[in-house]
T-cell receptor, first 114, second 113 residues
Framework: NAGVTQTPKFRILKIGQSMTLQCTQD?????MYWYRQDPGMGLKLIYY???????DKGEVPNGYNVSRSTTEDFPLRLELAAPSQTSVYFC?????????????FGDGTRLSIL | GENVEQHPSTLSVQEGDSAVIKCTYS??????FPWYKQELGKRPQLIID?????GEKKDQRIAVTLNKTAKHFSLHITETQPEDSAVYFC????????????FGKGTKLSVIP
């Protein structure tokens, strides 16, 4: 099994550009999450999903959008990229059991906004 | 909302010694406390967790303890090895209201051979 797969691994964007970070999992997990990790800081939740068609905001959702059309895929969209969105982005998934916390992470996407 | 404080921010130990990382939380509704290990440039890994109805949990060389009254929990690593070198994050989950898993800022553990 591949687990949680994120693409791309690295990306440089110019201010104002848009992009989609891809995330897919092959474990049939219902819960999926997007986190950002800034240097020296813990993980902050951007968005999460409890199943196909259901998404909700996390702690830092501004400037991002998500969709969950299938159980496997949970893409993160950045609109009008800003320097403050320079970060490492992790996608994660977990079983439906309680409590729903991330159990499996992808390798991350290092994003720089210049 | 929940606030999780983690100490120390850096910790160096000699190989074979024990390491202890401590976290405090503010929300009495928090009932689940996972710990994650993140090696340099790698993904976080869930290594152990504890629920609020349990005081201690062990898994080989690692253990977690929870004091609900004082609202603090700790990670203990015994017989440390160089491969234990990583950043460790504690977190607290509160099921009250909307989804809430709050992370500490991390402890960088260095095990000196």
């Amino acid at each position: 099994n591949a687990g949680v797969t994120q693409t791309p691994k690295f990306r440089i964007l110019k201010i104002g550009q848009s992009m989609t970070l891809q995330c897919t999992q092959d474990m049939n997990h219902n819960y999926m999450y997007w986190y950002r990790q800034d240097p020296g800081m813990g993980l902050k939740l951007i968005y999460y999903s409890v199943g196909a068609g259901i998404t909700d905001k996390g702690e830092v959702p501004n400037g991002y959008n998500v969709s969950r059309s299938t159980t496997e895929d949970f893409p993160l969209r950045l609109e009008l990229a800003a320097p403050s969105q320079t970060s490492v982005y992790f996608c994660a998934s977990s079983y439906s059991g309680q409590p729903p916390v991330p159990q499996h992470f992808g390798d991350g996407t290092r994003l720089s906004i210049l | 909302g929940e606030n999780v404080e983690q100490h120390p921010s850096t910790l160096s130990v000699q190989e074979g010694d024990s390491a202890v990382i401590k976290c405090t939380y503010s929300d009495s509704a928090s009932n689940y406390f996972p710990w994650y290990k993140q090696e340099l440039g790698k993904r976080p890994q869930l290594i152990i967790d504890i629920r609020s109805n349990v005081g201690e949990k062990k898994d080989q060389r690692i253990a977690v303890t929870l004091n609900k009254t004082a609202k603090h929990f700790s990670l203990h690593i015994t017989e440390t090895q160089p491969e234990d070198s990583a950043v460790y994050f504690c977190a607290a989950y509160s099921g009250a209201g909307s989804y809430q898993l709050t992370f500490g800022k991390g402890t960088k553990l260095s095990v000196i051979p």
